[in-house]
Nanobody, 130 residues
Framework: QVHLVESGGGLVQPGGSLRLSCAGS????????IGWFRQAPGKEREGVSC????????YYADTVKGRFTISRDNVKNTVYLQMNSLKPEDTAVYYC???????????????????????WGQGTQVTVSS
């Protein structure tokens, strides 16, 4: 089965940038759409972004649109989340997961829903503070 490991988090100042990595093993990630989620203190886990496997189409939550960019490298079996112009409200633990609900290869127009994704990792902490 597929296993995902998140990395690249850290402490940055407002306006700074980070690139998160989602490294796959056990199965090629190009079988799946891959979603990024985050959970801030005291809040529910929310979908942030998604990238499809069939056509590379993407989805972004309104809160990150224009600041975050999702991409994938099938040779390295890795999905990335480039985060620019970071704000304190972006502080959260970030997770990636493969889409297991049909269609597995496509990000639906409503974005990444938790009940359509599985195989959660331990996440990577992003803290934005001055």
């Amino acid at each position: 089965q597929v296993h995902l490991v998140e990395s690249g988090g850290g402490l940055v100042q407002p306006g700074g940038s980070l690139r998160l990595s989602c490294a796959g093993s056990g199965s090629p990630l190009d079988y799946y759409a891959i979603g990024w989620f985050r959970q801030a203190p005291g809040k529910e886990r929310e979908g942030v972004s998604c990238i499809s496997s069939n056509d590379g189409s993407t989805y972004y939550a309104d809160t990150v649109k224009g600041r975050f960019t999702i991409s994938r490298d099938n040779v390295k079996n890795t999905v990335y989340l480039q985060m620019n112009s970071l704000k304190p409200e972006d502080t959260a633990v970030y997770y990636c997961a493969p889409k297991i609900g049909p269609p597995q290869y496509y990000c639906s127009g409503y974005g990444p829903r938790q009940d359509e994704y599985d195989y959660w990792g331990q996440g990577t902490q992003v803290t934005v503070s001055s």
